[in-house]
C-alpha cells in the first residue's frame, strides 16, 4: 500500500510525452487516405451568394468533390448546442468573415486549397451591409442576421436580439448616498489556443467516426447525431487532449460537416484550420454594460441596476448560455439588496461567440468591479475596505434562494490585500489595484465514470474529460489512486473515446474535479464494495465483519492485499472489478432561472501594481497576486498553474487583445503577428499566487473548481491601478497604449 | 439531393430521407467532381520535386520535394517526425522552433532545401534513449507546461539560449524566449526551468 498523494503536487501525467514531442495531437495523426478539406471563405462578413462557379475548380487535378449548399438537403441540415440555426454551409449569405461558402475534398492539400481560391476569385456575389455593434444590431433600421422565417413562434423574431432575460431581487430604493451611472466595453478577443483546430471523420460499419480535440465529446456526438439523424451509439467522437480549449473547443464548430462529407463522400477526410480560420471559428463574446449601482454613505452597496449587452454573433453557438449565466450572477460577490439585471444576446454578423475561460463573467466583473472601485475613491473608503463590507459571511445567501457563499471570502481578500502590501508607499508612476471575481460553476450537469481494478491490482479509469492542460489526468489519478491504496504510476486514464468512455456532460466551468472527481471517487468506492462481497465469498465470512481500505481488506484479523483477495475471489479463471461511478450535482431544477443551482462558486482575489509610462502610455504590470478560494487543492502547483494562466491570459484582454472589425466586418488582425497577446515580456516581474484551503468543496476531499477565478476581475484591478497613477478612468478595454495615452492627454486638457 | 419530409419535425425535417440518400451512395449526382476533363485543368505552378538532403538530428534524410515546401512541412509530412509543431505557419509564434546550426528558427518560414547540409535538430531528437535532456527534465521538474503545444519550440528555443549563454540572467531568458507564445500563461515556470537547467554546454 502506497502513501496518498492528495494535496501534493505530484509531476503532470503526460508531461513526458509533451516535451519529447511524442504527444499526438489531431493534427499528428496519420489518416492514411483521408481527403484533405479546405473550406472556401470570403473576403467580407455578410454576402449574398448569387452564383458559385466551380467548374474550373473542379478540374484541378486531385480534387473529388466541391460542395456548396445546393448540394445540401433541403432544408439545410443545421446544428447547434442549444438551437440548431447553424448550416453546414453559408445559406444563400454568409453571415460572418470566416462562413464557409463551399467546401473542397481533394486528394491533396495543395489541390484543394488552389480549387479553393479558383473559386473565391470566380464566386458571383453582393455585398450587403452588415450588423457588427452593439449599437448596430439593436438599431430597429439595421438588417436582420437572422431572419424571422428562421425563427418560428419566437416573439423577438424581427429584431436581432436573440434571448433576453431579466434577473434581480429586492425593491428599488427610496434614496442612496451616491449613485454612479456608468458604460463599459468589453472587446471581441480570439482564444488562440495554440493548436489550430483539427478535424478528421471516417465513414465505417457503425457509423461515423469523428476526430476531434473537442472539449466536450458528448456533446459533439449529440450534436452530430441531431443534425444527421443517426443514432447516438453510430457517432464516435475521438477526442485527443487538446493543445490549448479555454472554450474555443468546447461546442461543434466544422465537425458536423466533416461527418456530412465522410458519409457522403464514403471517405475519411480531415481539416485543419489555420491559426487564421481559428480566429475566425471561435471568439469570446463582445459587451456593452450600463451599471447604476447605489450606495449608502458608508460604501454598502444598495442596489446593483445593469444593462448586459452582449454581441453574440451570427448564431447562438452556446452564447445564449453564455450571456444568461453570467448576466444571472453580475452582481458580485456582495450583499446587494436591490438587483436589476436586463440581459440581451444580440445577434451580428460577426464569429459565433462561445465558450471562453470565465464564461461572461469577464465582461460583467469589468463593469461592477470598476463601479465598486469609483465608489470607493469618491467615497473615500480603501478599496479593500469597501469589498470588506459588501462581502456576504460564509454561509450567507447573496443572492436569494441560491447557493450561499460557500467559502471564507474574506480571508483571500485580505490575503491579497498582504501579499500586494496594499498600504505600503507607492513610487512615482506606480499604482495598485485590486478586485473579486466570482463565476457560478457549473449547475445541473453529469459526469460518469468507470474505474477497472485489474488482476494484478493495477487499475484503468475511463472518463470523458479533455485533458488539455488543466491536469484532470493527474488529479484523477491522484484521486483514483487514494482511494484504491495504487501508486499514480501504476493507474492509466483512459479519456475522449465515447465508444469506450462513460457519458459526461462536458469539460468546463471548472468542474470536472468536483463533478468527474466525485464519479471517479464512488465509482472506486463500488470497487470496494464489489471487493467485500468478493471476500466474503472467498473466504466464506459474513460481508459486515469484512473492512476495505485504501489498498486493504481485512478479513477475520488479517490484512490482505487487493490482489490476494482477487487471486483468492476469482482463482485460476482470473478477472477483474468494475466499478461505476455518476455525479449529477444538486440536479436539474426547472424553477431556477438557470435550470440549478451553481454547486459552488469560484472565487478570486487578483490585485496588481502597474507602472504607467505617461510619455508611451505603456502599462507595465510588475506585480500580481492571486488568492483563489479552492476547498482543496489536490494538486497545488497544477492549481497554482491554472490561476496564473488565467491571469496571464486575463492581461492579455485588460492591456492588448482585441480583434478589430472593419466596416465590411472583417477581422483586421488575424494572426499572432497582429493580433497582441501576452509573451515572456509581458510577465509581472513578481507574480504570487495564494490558495485558500478550508476543504469547504463539493468535490473530493473538500476540493472546489478553479481555473477560471485568475481571469475574472483582473481587467478591474488594472484598470484602478491605471486610474491611480493617471487619475483617468478607462472604461473601455483593453487599455492599449494608444488609449491611456490619450485618456492622459484629454485629462491634462481637462485639468488645465 | 433536395428531399422534402412530410414530418413536421422543425430542424430534423428531411434527415431521415436525407440520410437515406446520403450516408450510403458516395458522391451525389449534383457535387461536381473531376470527369474526363480532370487532365485539362490548370497546371501545377512550379517547378517540381527535387531531391534534398537534410541532417535532422543526426539522421541523413533523403528526400523529394518541391522547392518550397518548409523545413516543418519536410519532417512532419515527409519524415513522420510530428513533434515539432504548426500554430502559426507565420514565424510569429514559435511551436514549430528547431536548432540550425545550433541557432533556433522557425521552421514553418524556413524552406528545407535552404537548410541542406546544416545539423538540424528538433524536439525528437533532444532525450538520449530513455534519457531526457536537462531541458527537457527541467520542464517536468518545473512543470513548464501545461496543454503541451507550444512546449517542443519552448525547449528547442530554450535548449538554442542555453547553448549560447549556459547561465542566462532572467532577462536574457526573458528575451531569449520572447518569440515564443506560451497560450496557457506558463511563462514564469519555463523561467524557472530555463534557470535550473545547469551543464548544458555550450554549443
Given at each position: 500500500m502506497s502513501e496518498h498523494t492528495i494535496g501534493q503536487s505530484i509531476p503532470r501525467i503526460g508531461a513526458r510525452e509533451r516535451v519529447t514531442g511524442a504527444q499526438k495531437y489531431t493534427a499528428d495523426l496519420p489518416f492514411p487516405g483521408a481527403l484533405h478539406v479546405q473550406l472556401v471563405h470570403l473576403d467580407a462578413a455578410r454576402l449574398a451568394i448569387r452564383r458559385v462557379n466551380r467548374d474550373e475548380a473542379a478540374r484541378v487535378p486531385g480534387v473529388v468533390a466541391i460542395l456548396i449548399a445546393e448540394d445540401l438537403p433541403d432544408p439545410m441540415p443545421r446544428f447547434g448546442p442549444a438551437v440548431a440555426d447553424r448550416p453546414l454551409l453559408a445559406d444563400g449569405e454568409t453571415r460572418f468573415f470566416g462562413e464557409p461558402v463551399a467546401a473542397v475534398a481533394a486528394e491533396t492539400l495543395d489541390a484543394a486549397r488552389q480549387a479553393a481560391t479558383l473559386i473565391r476569385e470566380q464566386i458571383e456575389v453582393e455585398e450587403l451591409p452588415p450588423v457588427i455593434t452593439v449599437e448596430q444590431a439593436l438599431d430597429p433600421v439595421s438588417p436582420l442576421v437572422q431572419g424571422p422565417e428562421s425563427r418560428p413562434g419566437d416573439p423577438l423574431a424581427g429584431t436581432n436580439i436573440l434571448r433576453e432575460w431579466t434577473f434581480g431581487w429586492g425593491t428599488a430604493p427610496d434614496q442612496a448616498h451616491l449613485v454612479i451611472e456608468r458604460e463599459y466595453r468589453f472587446p471581441m478577443v480570439t482564444h488562440f489556443a495554440i493548436e489550430p483546430h483539427a478535424f478528421a471523420a471516417a465513414p465505417d460499419e457503425s457509423g461515423v467516426t469523428i476526430w476531434s480535440p473537442t472539449q466536450h465529446p458528448f456533446v459533439l456526438q449529440r450534436v452530430v447525431a441531431a443534425c444527421l439523424a443517426l443514432p447516438l451509439a453510430r457517432v464516435r467522437i475521438v477526442a485527443p487532449d487538446p493543445g490549448g480549449g479555454f472554450g474555443g473547443k468546447g461546442w461543434p464548430k466544422f465537425e458536423p460537416l466533416l461527418a456530412y462529407m465522410a458519409l457522403r463522400l464514403g471517405r475519411a477526410v480531415r481539416l485543419v484550420l489555420t491559426l487564421e480560420e481559428s480566429f475566425q471559428a471561435a471568439r469570446r463574446t463582445s459587451a456593452r454594460i450600463q451599471a447604476r449601482s447605489a450606495f449608502d454613505?458608508?460604501?454598502?452597496?444598495i442596489s446593483q441596476d445593469l444593462r448586459t449587452d452582449f454581441?453574440?454573433?451570427?448564431?447562438?453557438d452556446i452564447g445564449i448560455r453564455v450571456v444568461s449565466k453570467a448576466s444571472y450572477a453580475a452582481c458580485g460577490p456582495y450583499r446587494t439588496p436591490h438587483a436589476s439585471v436586463h440581459a440581451r444576446a444580440l445577434l451580428s454578423h460577426t464569429t459565433p461567440s462561445t465558450a471562453f475561460r470565465g464564461f461572461g463573467t469577464p465582461q460583467a466583473s469589468w463593469a461592477v468591479e470598476s463601479q465598486l472601485n469609483e465608489a470607493a475613491r469618491i467615497l473615500g473608503i480603501d478599496a479593500v475596505e469597501i469589498r470588506r463590507r459588501n462581502l456576504p459571511r460564509k454561509g450567507e445567501a447573496f443572492i436569494p434562494g441560491d447557493t450561499p457563499a460557500d467559502g471564507d471570502w474574506g480571508a483571500a481578500l485580505a490575503a491579497a490585500e498582504r501579499s500586494i502590501d496594499w498600504h505600503a508607499p507607492l513610487g512615482p508612476g506606480r499604482g495598485r489595484g485590486i478586485s473579486l471575481g466570482l463565476k457560478s460553476s457549473s449547475t445541473a450537469s453529469a459526469s460518469l465514470a468507470i474505474v477497472r481494478l485489474l488482476f494484478d491490482g493495477s487499475v484503468s479509469v475511463f472518463s470523458a474529460t479533455s485533458d488539455m492542460g488543466q491536469g484532470a489526468r493527474t488529479v484523477f489519478a491522484q484521486i483514483a489512486g487514494r482511494e484504491l491504496g495504487v501508486s499514480p504510476d501504476r493507474i492509466v486514464l483512459t479519456m475522449g473515446d465515447t465508444a469506450v468512455v462513460p457519458f459526461d456532460s462536458s469539460t468546463s466551468a471548472s468542474r470536472s474535479t468536483v463533478f468527474m472527481g466525485n464519479a471517479i471517487l464512488r465509482a472506486c468506492a463500488d470497487i470496494r464494495a464489489q471487493l467485500r462481497r468478493l471476500a466474503a465469498r472467498a473466504y466464506d465470512v459474513p460481508e459486515e465483519t469484512i473492512a476495505v481500505e485504501p489498498g486493504a481488506v481485512r478479513v477475520a484479523g488479517r490484512e490482505l492485499t487487493y490482489v490476494e483477495v482477487l487471486r483468492d475471489g476469482f482463482g485460476p479463471p482470473r478477472g477483474e472489478l468494475v466499478g461505476v461511478g455518476e455525479d449529477r450535482g444538486s440536479g436539474f431544477r426547472a424553477d431556477h432561472p438557470l435550470g440549478g443551482r451553481p454547486e459552488f462558486w469560484e472565487f478570486m482575489c487578483s490585485a496588481v501594481e502597474v507602472e504607467v509610462d505617461a510619455e508611451t502610455g505603456v502599462v507595465d504590470v510588475t506585480r500580481l497576486v492571486l488568492a483563489s478560494d479552492v476547498g482543496k487543492a489536490l494538486n497545488p502547483r497544477q492549481v497554482e498553474a491554472q490561476d496564473e494562466g488565467a491571469a496571464t491570459m486575463g492581461l492579455g484582454h485588460s492591456l492588448m487583445e482585441e480583434l478589430i472589425l472593419d466596416e465590411c466586418g472583417r477581422?483586421?488582425?488575424?494572426?499572432?503577428l497582429d493580433y497582441r497577446l501576452p509573451t515572456t515580456m509581458n510577465m509581472p516581474g513578481e507574480l504570487h499566487s495564494i490558495l485558500i484551503e478550508n476543504e469547504d468543496g463539493p468535490g473530493p476531499y473538500g476540493a472546489k473548481g478553479a481555473g477560471e477565478g485568475g481571469i475574472l476581475g483582473i481587467a478591474a484591478a488594472v484598470g484602478a491601478a491605471v486610474q491611480q497613477v493617471t487619475g483617468v478612468q478607462i472604461r473601455e478595454l483593453p487599455l492599449t497604449p494608444e488609449r491611456v495615452w490619450r485618456a492622459i492627454a484629454q485629462n491634462r486638457r481637462d485639468g488645465s | 439531393m433536395a428531399s422534402k419530409d412530410d414530418s413536421p419535425d422543425g430542424v430534423n425535417l428531411s434527415r431521415r430521407n436525407f440520410l437515406k440518400s446520403t450516408g450510403v451512395v458516395g458522391i451525389a449526382a449534383t457535387v461536381v467532381s473531376p470527369g474526363e476533363a480532370a487532365q485539362s485543368g490548370p497546371p501545377v505552378v512550379g517547378p517540381g520535386e527535387v531531391p534534398v538532403r537534410l541532417n535532422v538530428n543526426g539522421r541523413q534524410l533523403n528526400l523529394s520535394i518541391e522547392p518550397r515546401v518548409t523545413l516543418l512541412d519536410a519532417l512532419r509530412m515527409r519524415a513522420d517526425l510530428t513533434g515539432s509543431k504548426r500554430g502559426c505557419d507565420r514565424g510569429a509564434c514559435g511551436a514549430c522552433t528547431m536548432l540550425v546550426d545550433g541557432r533556433p528558427v522557425y521552421s514553418c518560414s524556413t524552406l528545407a532545401i535552404e537548410v541542406q547540409g546544416k545539423q538540424i535538430r528538433n524536439v525528437e531528437g533532444l532525450a538520449n534513449g530513455n534519457t531526457l535532456h536537462p531541458v527537457q527534465q527541467a520542464f517536468c521538474d518545473k512543470d513548464a507546461?501545461?496543454?503541451?503545444?507550444c512546449t517542443p519550440g519552448f525547449i528547442m528555443a530554450s535548449v538554442g539560449l542555453l547553448e549560447k549563454i549556459p547561465n542566462p540572467t532572467p532577462e536574457q531568458i526573458r528575451k531569449g524566449l520572447d518569440g515564443n507564445i506560451c497560450r496557457c500563461g506558463t511563462f514564469n515556470r519555463i523561467f524557472e526551468a530555463v534557470s535550473s537547467v545547469k551543464g548544458v554546454r555550450r554549443g
Open positions: 454613505r458608508d460604501g454598502r452597496i454581441l453574440v454573433g451570427a448564431y447562438a477581422v483586421r488582425n488575424l494572426g499572432a | 507546461l501545461m496543454c503541451g503545444f
